[in-house]
């Protein structure tokens, strides 16, 4: 029996796997508020207004945690996170914080920092970095590159999103030293050529900002007497205390309890020019032979020290003083521990050989050396 054949049945077409969507995490970002910024401190240490410490404007997925990392002058020490091993460590002296290039917050123990819910965030960097900055030596810290990154994560232990991943180039944004310029000008034998003068002068980048920073003076050496007075040296006073002018350590040279020497810290501070950049201090040490002296030999090595202001304390600490009163033998201050960090220094020295003649008049020189007569 013949018929058609059958037509084969049709059915729906079978449905492919279904299609799923992948939520792709934003990368995190990362933008100085400034990206020139100058480190500035007034007198006593704080942070003025006018200049402040560096600071980030953060974006990144709502609600993670963030580490935000920073190094100066190296772009190659972000491999890690969140931390950095070595980074800058806040329980740690100033001292020992100075060779600490790079800085991770989640190190600094900042470890609940989260992006908002509509994922914005910002960090300001710990005002002990930036007078760490501040601290560092003039040599050390000019006009520096400091790179910046941020990195996201649900949690500790979560896969970590970079604003700029391990390897490549991080951008980077400048800041300054406030001091730029450390002086001492040798002005030469002065006073009929008893006494020696030298100009200390100090400059900064920002007008009206000389009192971040101070001088402190110190000194080693004597000032040796023939033919009248008591005793083998000349008298003098260091810290209001009458003492021989006999330094065989080296101390501060000031003649007021006031670490600041007399012709930079006094009552009105140091000259500074118009513009409000440039400190300005003469000393002159040395002076005429007494009437009742035939020989008189001023030798005295000066270290003259940049400091922060707010680090150098208001008195010095005495630290040996010989003899009895009215007049001491030796006399030494210091300015205690931790010293401060001392932003630059320059040496000098000054020599004064004064000899009376048959005729009381008097020859001066400026020798090296003297045996005495």
């Given amino acids: 029996m013949g018929g058609k054949p059958a037509k084969a049945a049709r059915g729906k077409p079978k449905k492919g796997p279904a299609k799923t969507t992948v939520k792709t995490i934003p990368l995190p970002e990362i933008t100085p508020k400034k990206d020139d910024l100058v480190v500035v401190l007034g007198k006593t240490g704080a942070v003025p207004d006018a200049y402040p410490i560096l600071q980030f404007e953060l974006k990144g997925p709502p609600n993670w945690l963030f580490d935000v990392q920073v190094a100066r002058l190296v772009s190659d020490k972000f491999t890690e996170g969140p931390g950095l091993t070595g980074s800058w460590d ?171 020497p007399s012709f930079f810290g006094g009552a009105t501070g140091p000259s500074v020019s118009a513009d409000g950049k440039t400190a300005t201090g003469t000393d002159s040490p040395g002076g005429p032979i007494a009437a009742s002296d035939t020989h008189d030999f001023f030798t005295l090595d000066f270290e003259t020290r940049m400091h922060l202001n707010f680090e150098v304390p208001a008195s010095v600490k005495i630290t040996r003083k010989d003899g009895t009163p009215p007049r001491y033998g030796v006399v030494t201050g210091a300015l205690g521990d931790p010293q401060p960090s001392a932003l630059d220094a320059l040496r000098w020295n000054a020599r004064i050989l004064q000899v009376r003649k048959p005729d009381g008049s008097v020859d001066v020189s400026h020798p090296d050396t003297y045996a005495g007569p």
Avoid at 156 to 176: L, Q
Avoid at 203 to 225: A, C, D, F, K, L
């Fill in 90 to 260: 806040k329980t740690k002296a100033p001292k020992d914080r100075l060779s600490q290039r790079t800085f991770s917050s989640w190190t600094n123990g900042d470890t609940t920092l989260k992006f908002d819910g509509s994922g914005k965030g910002k960090y300001t960097m710990p005002t002990d970095w930036w007078k760490d900055l501040a601290r560092l030596p003039r040599k050390d810290f000019r006009d520096d590159d400091f790179y910046y990154r941020v990195l996201a994560f649900k949690d500790a232990k979560s896969s970590v999103v970079y604003s700029t991943k391990n390897g490549v180039a991080p951008p980077s944004m400048k800041i300054h030293n406030n001091l730029t310029d450390f002086a001492l000008t040798d002005n030469g034998y002065v006073s009929g050529g008893t006494r020696k003068s030298e100009t200390v002068q100090f400059t900064v980048r920002e007008e009206h900002t000389t009192e971040m920073y101070t001088v402190v003076q110190w000194m080693t050496g004597s000032n040796r007497i023939w033919g009248g007075g008591p005793g083998t040296y000349a008298g003098h006073t260091l810290y209001g205390i009458t003492h021989d002018l006999n330094c065989p350590e080296r101390t501060i040279d000031s003649l007021t309890t006031n670490p600041r």
